[in-house]
């Protein structure tokens, strides 16, 4: 996984601050896709996702892992998708593809 510091997302000062929650904070309104597809009702949002998955990495007794570092990435191993929607699997969009959609809504 490339490393992103928090300046890339934060940018300089509050407003950028304030601008980027805003942003994380549309995960709430995003369903995931895969459950979309399979038309489950009430599907869980991508935000629902990513703190269950914090929680899971919380919880796990492995003393082989940095637990900090794995809820960290499950706290943002989902964030793009504010930018660019849930992109599930059966989308067949290739990682390219995603990047480059990525890189067109910063600019």
Not at 70 to 97: F, Q, S, T, Y
């Amino acid at each position: 996984m490339a490393s992103v510091s928090s300046a890339t997302f934060l940018g300089h000062g509050a407003r950028s601050l304030l601008q980027f929650l805003r942003l994380v904070g549309q995960l709430k309104r995003v369903p995931r896709t895969g459950w979309v597809y399979r038309n489950v009702q009430r599907p869980e949002s991508v935000s629902d996702h990513m703190y269950r998955m914090a929680v899971m990495a919380m919880v796990i007794k492995d003393d082989h892992l940095n637990k900090d570092r794995c809820v960290r990435l499950a706290l943002v191993h989902d964030m793009a998708e504010c930018i660019v929607g849930d992109i599930a699997p059966a989308d067949n969009i290739p990682k390219e593809e995603k990047h480059r959609r990525e890189e067109k809504r910063k600019t």
